[in-house]
């Protein structure tokens, strides 16, 4: 039996736009997914108690497949096991073992579909688990180019691989295509806002490429979240938090225009600019979810928590560690 975690993440810029091949910066941050995978001689079952509010156990031998819990809908476990089932034909690829199935168990610190990239973590942890329950090793590289494909496939084929890259590898990251790497970054006072909501990656990706279609400005949008991410990345090897949080703000106005904020993220962000937060912006692929600013003092921490359509508000911390095996 082994266990694995990985990290959830913020979009400090780039969101969106990075599907297009614009730049982005995603930040590892300390909530985690764990997974533990034990191998078992026949059938796959799973364990996701975060994915309702009472939880439950999915049971499924490759032909068909049961929940016993009648009562959760069938989308959201269509929806909830596309992920875990990526994931685990991603590890039987990886080890060369076509048949081996397993238990998985999940367990997370990281809120559902909130732009805190559950999904990523998720996929990148269950690779490192499944993997070495089969006594193989793979390397980093590897973990997030396999969590990209899972990503990819239950994206409809529209995934970057700033999630999946930041997850594996923790800290801060620069992904542009296929180009990916670890970038410096300065220690950022992280507050976040969650109105307890959720978006659908997929069908928010779907949207953009639909406004994309539809508007040529809306491509130039894209094009000026890319300039905002290259003016962003000066800024953080100037260790400029004023220009980072300018930049922020300025990448929530245009992800708004694509179409991906919504009114509580709105709210949100506003209640951050004005407690006096260095900059504010939703992270993810937004519909719902959460916001993330830049504040030193207590301030955006305090108005968030007095905000109509915010459920909590949190301080977050940038986490070095990507990916790592929690016990074998
Ligand atoms: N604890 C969990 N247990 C099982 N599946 C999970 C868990 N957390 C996330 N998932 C999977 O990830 C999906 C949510 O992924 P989605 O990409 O929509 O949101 P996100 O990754 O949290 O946010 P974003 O992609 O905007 O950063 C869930 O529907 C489920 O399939
Ligand atoms: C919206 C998006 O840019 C980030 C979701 O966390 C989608 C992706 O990069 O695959
Ligand atoms: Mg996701």
Redesign the pocket.
Known sequence: MVTASAP??VYLFG?HAVVYGEPAVPCAIGLR?SVTAEERSAGMRIQ?S??SLDGFTVEYDGEGRDHPDIDVPDTLVQ??????DEAVTQVREAADAPEASFEIT???E?????????????AAAAIEAGTRELGVEITPTEIAERAYRV?NT??DGQASRA?TFCSTMGGAVRVEGDDCHSIESPDLPFVIGYDGG?????A?VAGVRERRKEYEFAADTIEAIGDVVRRGEQALTANDTEEIGNLMDFNHGLLSALGVSSRTLDSMVWAARNAGCLGAKL????GG?CIVALDPTPETLTALEYTHGCEEAFRAELDTDGVRVESE
């Open positions: 959830g993440k969101e997914a996701a975060d994915l929806a909830a096991m596309g992920y875990v999940i367990e997370s990281i809120p559902l579909g909130a732009g805190l990239g559950s999904s990523a973590a998720v990503e239950v994206q999630d959720a978006g659908d990656t997929g928010l992270t993810g692929a937004g979810g």
